[in-house]
């Protein structure tokens, strides 16, 4: 888009999470801390849009749909393929509910161990911060965050992930937040609706089994 852009000699206004008027928008800066109001005079306009904080589209708009063949080449770039990690689980961009697990949970093994079941039981598709995808935990397609996949389900469970700004980025729109962490003075306790402060190793195996 920021190409798209250039060549129309305009302003790209990106990661749009608000529409005001016609010339008038609104976009997260500073990690999703502040929301700047943008007004642009270009005669057009490029935007993108944070999906997570608009409604689905309904039928019947007003908008042409054109289908165009794209151009021969050659390129300077060439599709080779494309990998789907296949999953019966929710995609995390469309879940109604997300259990996400951070560093505290300590490994691989102990990650699994208590978010699997956990998720399984309330259908929920599985996150993860980047302090434990750095660490090896989860994949880096369950990193939610600022740097990872933006979120705003119904119901974000945070279980032993203190709070960084730029996982707050990517769930801070989820509707209801439930935080499950030990440290009290954890900053994901600021932005949770509801919060636990326990050993997690033994409250997430409890509220599995009272799911």
């Known amino acids: 888009m920021p190409r798209v852009a250039a060549l129309l000699d305009v302003m790209l206004l990106s990661d749009v999470s608000g529409v005001v008027d016609a010339d008038t928008f609104e976009r997260p800066i500073y990690a999703g801390n502040a929301i700047m109001t943008v007004k642009s005079s270009d005669p057009k306009k490029v935007v993108t849009v944070r999906g ?3 409604d689905a589209a309904g039928e019947g708009g007003s908008a042409s749909v054109e289908t165009i063949d794209a151009p021969a080449g050659p390129f300077k770039s060439a599709f080779v393929e494309e990998k789907i990690v296949q999953s019966d689980r929710p995609e995390l961009t469309s879940a109604k509910t ?3 697990g951070g560093r505290a949970l300590g490994s ?4 699994d161990r208590l978010m699997i079941p956990l998720a399984d039981k ?3 598709g599985i996150g993860a911060s980047r302090a434990a995808v750095d660490a090896g935990y989860a994949p880096n397609d369950y990193q939610v965050g600022q740097t990872g996949k933006i ?3 119904e119901l974000y469970i945070a279980i032993g992930i203190s709070g960084a700004i730029q996982h707050l980025a990517g769930m801070k729109d989820s509707k209801i937040i439930v935080a ?3 440290d009290e003075e954890a900053p994901i306790f600021q932005v ?5 402060v326990a050993d997690l ?3 997430v195996p409890e509220l599995t089994e009272a799911v």
Do not use: C, Q, R
């Open 52 to 54: 997570t904080a608009f």
């Open 98 to 100: 997300i259990v996400s």
């Open 108 to 111: 691989k093994e102990e990650f």
């Open 122 to 124: 309330l259908g929920a």
């Open 151 to 153: 979120v705003a389900p």
């Open 180 to 182: 499950i962490n030990k």
């Open 192 to 196: 949770a609706d509801y919060g636990l």
């Open 201 to 203: 190793f033994n409250a």
